[in-house]
Nanobody
Framework: LQLQASGGGLVQPGGSLRLSCTASGFTGLTFDDYAIGWFRQAPGKEREGVAFISTSGGAMRYAESAKGRFTISRDNTPNTVYLQMNSLKPEDTAVHYC????????????????????WGQGTQFTVSS
């Protein structure tokens, strides 16, 4: 399974950005067998989870820093997960990664990086005026 993250760039504080994560290369499983998470890693900091979504997209979970500002969604037809980010702050600056976890229950949303089996290459965005 390969994950391709895109949508990074430069945005001003208070602005919005949407990241996309597209999956391909399935062998035996399909996109809706995987929960998806977005993680980020800022310079000098550990990787942290930002938002998570269940296989069907019916359940979502957010880090405290993302609640009320970020929305994760998925469209299983083009095998894509989105992260809509509003009211961006300079402290949101980071490399953002999407990751996929094969789960046995459709409502599961793993929250830790070591629970994820596949990772995208990361997309950088910077919040700065």
């Amino acid at each position: 399974l390969q994950l391709q993250a895109s949508g990074g760039g430069l945005v001003q504080p208070g602005g919005s950005l949407r990241l996309s994560c597209t999956a391909s290369g399935f062998t035996g499983l399909t996109f809706d067998d995987y929960a998806i998470g977005w993680f980020r890693q800022a310079p000098g900091k550990e990787r942290e989870g930002v938002a998570f979504i269940s296989t069907s997209g019916g359940a979502m979970r957010y880090a405290e820093s993302a609640k009320g500002r970020f929305t994760i969604s998925r469209d299983n037809t083009p095998n894509t997960v989105y992260l809509q980010m509003n009211s961006l702050k300079p402290e949101d600056t980071a490399v953002h990664y999407c990751a996929a976890a094969w789960v046995t229950l459709k409502t599961m949303m793993p929250r830790y990086a070591d629970e994820y089996h596949y990772w995208g290459q990361g997309t950088q965005f910077t919040v700065s005026s």
